[in-house]
C-alpha cells in the first residue's frame, strides 16, 4: 500500500490506463486494459466490480417525491441497466492523486484478465462530494432524468414516471366486493324465512292489533249520520201497558210544551187506564198522557212533563216529495230504541188501510200513504220519516209481511222492505186538531158507499147502515145532485177502484175543500162538483 496516495501496491486508479515511457524512471509493469470504453459518468462496469474499486457514487434523494413512493437502495450486487443520458459531465474526483497521471488512450483492448485477490486492506473513507456534485435537500432537478435512481428498488423506472400498485389489486376488490354482495343476499333471505317462520308460528310477545286513529271529525249534514245526530235527542221510545196487553212504539217532540206524536195503535191499550212512560235518547224516562187520538186517521198526541231543554223536530213538506228521495227511519224496532236505518220514497199517495179489528169497522185507518223501502218493523210505529234535511215528511205506521197482507205494525211480522207512512201535510191537521180540540174532523161528501162492491169503482149504496138513505140529507153529496146507485170512477181526474180507495182520496183533504167527481150512471158520465164537509171521528 502507498501510504501517500490510498492506492494499493501494484493497482492504478479506478479509470487509469497505461503509463507511457519516459515520464518515469521507472517503468511500471503493464496492467490489463478494461474490457469496455472508459465510463465518462464513473459508473461501474456491468458485471461483479473489481476488488480494489471503489464504490461509486450515488446520489441518493433525501425527501420522497411528491408523486411516487420513498425510493431504497438496490441490494449489493444488484444489475442495474444502464442510464442514458443527454450530455456527459466530468465526474467528481474520489481520490487526490500522488502524481500526474496521464488519461487513459481512447481506445482500449480486448484482452481478459485474471484479477488478483489479495486480502483487501482497510481502506480510508471516501472524500465528500463537492457541492456541485450533489443536490440540495428537498430539491428536485430541473430535467426529468433527475429523478431517475438506478439503484432503487422496483420496476424500471421512466422519466416522470410514478410508481404505481400492481394490477392484481383491482381484481381483489372485486372479488371482495361480490363476496360482500353474496354474503348480503344470504343473509337477508335467511332473515326473511325466519321472519316470516316467526310471524306464522306467532312465536314472540303480545300480540297488538293495528287499528285506525280516530276519523272524520264531523259528517255531512245530508248525510245518514248527519241526520240522526241531529233527530235523535227528539225521538222517544214509547212503553205501553193497559189492562189487556202492553206493547212498544216510537213517537217524536212537537213543541217545547211536551206534545209528542205518535199512531193512535200505539197507546190504544192504555186508552183506559193504562200507563204510558217515554224514554228520550239521553236516558231520561218520564211519565206520558193521552191528549187525544183518532182511530180514522191513525194518529195520537201525548204529553210529557217536567222535561226541558226540548228540541222539536221540524216538519217537511210531503207533497213536495219525489220517488226516489232518499229518507231515514228512526224507532224502536223489536224494543231496540234509537234505531236508525235508510232507503228511499218507493211510491206516493199509496192507499192502504190498517186496523178495522172491531166488527163495526171503525177501527180502519184510511191513508194515502207514502211508500218507503226503509226498514220498518214493529217498535217503528209513530216514528219519524226524515228527507235530507232531517225534515219530517211522514210518520211511519204500517208494513207489509209477506205471510199476512197490510197490517200495522203491531204484528210480529217482520221488514221486507213496504213501509208505509202517514204524509206529515195530513199529520200535521190532525195533530194540531187533537192538541187545540182533542179530537179530529174528517172531510166527507156525505154518502154511504157499498164496500162489497166488486167492480171497478166505488158506488153509491142504496141505503144506510140503520136503514136510512145511503145519500146524506142536504149534504154535499145531495147538493152535487149524487143519488143512491150512482157509480164514482175518479176523482180530480185520478181513476179510483174502491169504495176504501175513494175514501182515502178524500181524507186526503179536509174539510172545506172542492173535489171534482165523474159519476156514471145508467151507462152516462158526468162531473160534479162537491165541496167537502166535516164528520166528528173520536
Known sequence: MDEGNGVPQGAEPAGAGPIPDGDFELAKPERPSPLHEPDPYSTPPYGEPGPWAPAPLVQHPVATPAQGTVMTPPAVGAAV???????????????????????????????????ITPAPPTMPAAPPAPASASLPARQLPADPWGRYDPWAAGP?????????????????????LGWTLALALVAAGIGGLVGGYVEREGIGGEVTL????????GRAPDSVAGIAARALPSVVTLHVAGTDEEGTGTGFVLDDRGHI?????????????GKISATFSDGTSVKATVVGRDSGYDLAVVQVSGVHGLTPLTLGDSDDVRVGDPVVAIGAPFDLANTVTAGIISAKERPITAGGEKSDGSGVSYVDALQTDAPINPGNSGGPLLDSRAHVIGINSAIRSADSGSETESGQAGSIGLGFAI?????????????????ATHPVIGVDLDMGYSGDGARVDSRAPDGGPAVVKD?????????????????????????????????????????RLTVERGGTEREVSVVLGTADQN
Open 81 to 115: 441497466p444502464p442510464e442514458p443520458a443527454p450530455a456527459p459531465t466530468a465526474p467528481a474526483p474520489l481520490t487526490a492523486p500522488a502524481a500526474p497521471i496521464a488519461p487513459a488512450p481512447p481506445t482500449a483492448p480486448t484482452a481478459s484478465i485474471t484479477p
Open 156 to 176: 424500471l423506472q421512466q422519466p416522470g414516471a410514478v410508481a404505481v400498485h400492481g394490477g392484481r389489486r383491482p381484481r381483489r376488490r372485486r372479488a371482495a
Open 210 to 217: 293495528p287499528h285506525a286513529k280516530g276519523g272524520p271529525a
Open 261 to 273: 206524536l205518535t199512531n193512535n195503535h200505539v197507546v190504544a191499550p192504555a186508552a183506559s187506564g
Open 423 to 439: 204524509p206529515v201535510n195530513q199529520a200535521k191537521r190532525v195533530a194540531e186538531e187533537l192538541i187545540n180540540d182533542g179530537r
Open 475 to 515: 149534504g154535499p153529496a145531495e147538493r152535487a145532485g149524487l143519488r143512491a146507485g150512482d157509480l164514482i170512477t175518479e176523482v180530480d181526474g185520478e181513476p179510483v177502484h174502491t169504495g176504501a180507495e175513494l175514501i182515502i182520496r178524500i181524507r186526503a183533504h179536509q174539510p172545506g175543500d172542492r173535489l
